[in-house]
Nanobody, 127 residues
Framework: QVQLVESGGALVQAGDSLRLSCAAS????????MGWFRQAPGKEREFVAA??????????YYADSVKGRFTISRNNARNTVWLQMNSLKPEDTAVYYC??????????????????WGQGTQVTVSS
């Protein structure tokens, strides 16, 4: 019931900033938990950030590796979620994926907990 499309990936230098966007279909965006994951060549897909909308409040969660540098945000009316990435490092290089699921009590950090995925967008950070 949900289609996700990521955009905004690019080749940047260490220390630069980049903003990724995820456009979602549907009229019930506010009922979904949203997440960002990334996968580097030869590595497993890892959690980056997630948020959930509850009673008009947004709750956000971040992996330790990106805390303080990345920010997740959403606009329910526009059915869009963003990932603002600052102070990028070469180790941030990966394909970034947008993910969604109907609101759940399950952990937000595991890929298997999400049932909708975008196609991914490449982020490359040079030194």
């Amino acid at each position: 019931q949900v289609q996700l499309v990521e955009s905004g990936g690019a080749l940047v230098q260490a220390g630069d900033s980049l903003r990724l966007s995820c456009a979602a279909s549907g009229r019930t965006f506010s009922n979904y938990d949203m997440g960002w994951f990334r996968q580097a060549p030869g590595k497993e897909r890892e959690f980056v950030a997630a948020d959930r909308w509850i009673g008009g409040n947004i709750y956000t969660y971040y992996a330790d590796s990106v805390k303080g540098r990345f920010t997740i945000s959403r606009n329910n009316a526009r059915n869009t979620v963003w990932l603002q990435m600052n102070s990028l490092k070469p180790e941030d290089t990966a394909v970034y994926y947008c993910a969604a699921r109907p609101y759940s009590r399950d952990s937000l950090e595991h890929p298997h907990a999400y049932n909708y995925w975008g196609q991914g967008t490449q982020v490359t950070v040079s030194s």
